[in-house]
C-alpha cells in the first residue's frame, strides 16, 4: 500500500472476514464491511427487536453492508404515531415517568390545567396512561429548563412565591 486510498478498500475488511451477526439463527455469510457491531448498535437492534446477535466465535466485529443498512433503516423508520401507542416499546434514552404513583386529585388537576380530553367515569389507571400520552408530547427546551431550575434553586425561590407577589428576599 502507497499510503493513497482508491476508496474500494476502506468500505471492506480484510478479505477472509465475513459478517460477525447471526440473522434469526443463521450466520451471515457476507463479506464484512468497515462496520463494527457498537453497543449503541446493539442497543438499536435490541430497542427494534431485531432478530440479530453477535456470533461469539467470530474473532471480530465487523458488521456487512447489508446488514448495516438494515439496522440504519430501523434506527430512521418513522412510526406511526397509532403503532407507537399500541406498541410495548418505550424509548430508552427518556427517564420514565409513572403518573401512576400520583394521587387522583394530581391526576384530574394535570387534565383539568392541559384541557385533556377523557371519557367521563375513567379509573385512576386509565387516566394515568391517557394522561402519559399527553406528558410525552410535551416539548421541552432542556437548556432552558436546567437553567431556569438552577437558577430557581440557587435563588431560594420558586414560581409560587413570584405568583403570590413574595419574593426570595423577603423571606
Avoid at 451477526?21 to 427494534?48: F, H, M, W
Avoid at 474473532?59 to 397509532?82: F, N, P, S, W
Avoid at 434553586?153 to 423577603?170: E, M, P, R, W
Amino acid at each position: 500500500m502507497n499510503g493513497f486510498s482508491t476508496g474500494e478498500e476502506d468500505s471492506r475488511g480484510p478479505p477472509d472476514q465475513i459478517c460477525c451477526l447471526v440473522d434469526e439463527e443463521e450466520r451471515c455469510l457476507r463479506p464484512a464491511g468497515n462496520a463494527s457491531y457498537s453497543k449503541r448498535i446493539q442497543k438499536t437492534v435490541t430497542q427494534r427487536r431485531l432478530k440479530l446477535h453477535l456470533d461469539h466465535a467470530a474473532r471480530h466485529i465487523y458488521i456487512c453492508d447489508y446488514h448495516k443498512d438494515v439496522i440504519q433503516k430501523a434506527r430512521t423508520k418513522r412510526r406511526r404515531k397509532d403503532s407507537e401507542d399500541d406498541s410495548n416499546e418505550t424509548d430508552t434514552d427518556l427517564p420514565e415517568v409513572d403518573l401512576f404513583q400520583l394521587q387522583v386529585n394530581t391526576l384530574r388537576r394535570y387534565k383539568r390545567h392541559y384541557k385533556v380530553p377523557t371519557r367521563p367515569g375513567t379509573n385512576k389507571a386509565q387516566l394515568a396512561d391517557t394522561l402519559m400520552k399527553h406528558f410525552k408530547t410535551i416539548p421541552v427546551v432542556e437548556k432552558e429548563a436546567l437553567t431556569f431550575f438552577i437558577y430557581m434553586v440557587k435563588s431560594n425561590s420558586n414560581k409560587l412565591d413570584q405568583k403570590n407577589g413574595i419574593s426570595a428576599d423577603a423571606t
